[in-house]
Nanobody, 122 residues
Framework: QVQLVESGGGSVQAGGSLRLSCAASGSSNCMAWFRQAPGKEREGVAARAASGSIVYADSVKGRFTISQDNAKNTVYLQMNSLKPEDTAMYYC???????????????????WGQGTQVTVSS
């Protein structure tokens, strides 16, 4: 069982930036970020496989960047040009069921963190 601890959430004005961090208790074949806004389903934001493959949701392409420090078993999500619609609880996920077919489907990930809140005001 891989334990995940997110940090870096907070409140920011539209156009601002935040960097989320997720520290894992062990290595993983992939790591990802998801988010869930009140009343909405959880959606995938970005995922990165150990191979280096990366996928982004269309809504964040060009604004968010996922990166990983393998030595620290930590994945980051740099979020720039934030919009009010980015407001959500952000969750870290790890452990791909199918690492060769990286996707943003929540069912493809085995381990989840507790989440960190991101609030973007207009």
């Amino acid at each position: 069982q891989v334990q995940l601890v997110e940090s870096g959430g907070g409140s920011v004005q539209a156009g601002g930036s935040l960097r989320l961090s997720c520290a894992a208790s062990g290595s993983s074949n992939c790591m990802a970020w998801f988010r869930q806004a009140p009343g909405k389903e959880r959606e995938g934001v970005a995922a990165r496989a150990a191979s280096g493959s990366i996928v982004y949701a269309d809504s964040v392409k060009g604004r968010f960047t996922i990166s990983q420090d393998n030595a620290k078993n930590t994945v980051y999500l740099q979020m720039n040009s934030l919009k009010p619609e980015d407001t959500a609880m952000y969750y870290c996920a790890a452990g791909c069921v199918l690492p060769w077919a990286l996707s943003l489907k929540s069912s493809q990930f085995l381990h989840w963190g507790q989440g960190t809140q991101v609030t973007v005001s207009s």
